[in-house]
């Protein structure tokens, strides 16, 4: 059983440009939720996609934007960087939108984005 | 709405004493709670899972956790600490079904283990 990846591990980018970080989720799962940590704070809460539709968003403004591919991969894009999205962004993918216990959520190792 | 809250950013204990990170969560309804450990440049794994079963929860590595209603607490537990265990630990409640299921993270606690 392969487990959730992303790419790339790390990425630097300037304010104002445009990145796109990828994730792929663990075999059988079907839905892919995507976190914020900055630096000494706790995973935020971005969007949540399930069978390619959004479903679920977190305090975000529209340029953190997300798409989720027929094999259930996805993808998070942001638009016109600012140095405050520098973080470690997580994706994490279960089995089913209910949550709770019964649809155990199961991390990436993240990618580390810096914004100069 | 649903919140957790850890109570201590930083814990240091030394190797072979217990270990207790503390969590209050607030939530509307029966919640279900979580706690995570995320080692430096690692991802997040579950330890253990609340799912209104029974409220001792038991996890991996040696840790388990009290579900309290009363005191709306959900503590982190572990006898002996182990060099191994330092990292930072993440208390974790659910968002209500309709919500997607989305995790709620605290602050997390860094747990130090002296030799």
């Known amino acids: 059983e392969t487990g959730v990846t992303q790419s790339p591990t790390h990425l630097i980018k300037t304010r104002g440009q445009q990145v796109t970080l990828r994730c792929s989720s663990q075999?059988?799962?079907?839905?892919v939720s995507w976190y914020q940590q900055a630096l000494g704070q706790g995973p935020q809460f971005i969007f949540q996609?399930?069978?390619?539709?959004?479903?679920g968003r977190g305090n975000f403004p529209p340029r953190f934007s997300g798409l989720q591919f027929p094999n259930y991969s996805s993808e998070l894009n942001v638009n016109a960087l600012e140095l405050d999205d520098s973080a470690l962004y997580l994706c994490?993918?279960?089995?089913?939108?209910?949550?709770?216990?019964?649809?155990?959520?199961?991390f990436g190792p993240g990618t580390r984005l810096t914004v100069l | 709405a649903q919140s957790v809250t850890q109570l201590d950013s930083h814990v240091s204990v030394s190797e072979g004493t217990p270990v207790l990170l503390r969590c209050n969560y607030s939530?509307?309804?029966?919640?279900?709670l979580f706690w995570y450990v995320q080692h430096p440049n690692k991802g997040l794994q579950l330890l253990l899972k609340?799912?209104?079963?029974?409220?001792l929860v038991k996890g991996i590595n040696g840790f388990e956790a009290e579900f309290k209603k009363s005191e709306t607490s959900f503590h982190l537990t572990k006898p002996s600490a182990h060099m191994s265990d330092a990292a930072e630990y993440f208390c974790?409640?659910?968002?209500?079904?309709?919500?997607?299921?989305?995790?709620?993270f605290g602050q997390g606690t860094e747990l130090s283990v002296k030799p």
């Open positions: 994490a993918s279960s089995s089913g939108t209910s949550g709770g216990a019964r649809n155990e959520q199961f």
């Open positions: 075999s059988g799962h079907n839905t």
């Open positions: 996609y399930y069978r390619e539709e959004e479903n």
């Open positions: 939530s509307s309804y029966s919640p279900s």
């Open positions: 609340y799912t209104s079963a029974a409220t």
């Open positions: 974790v409640v659910s968002a209500l079904y309709n919500q997607g299921g989305k995790l709620i």
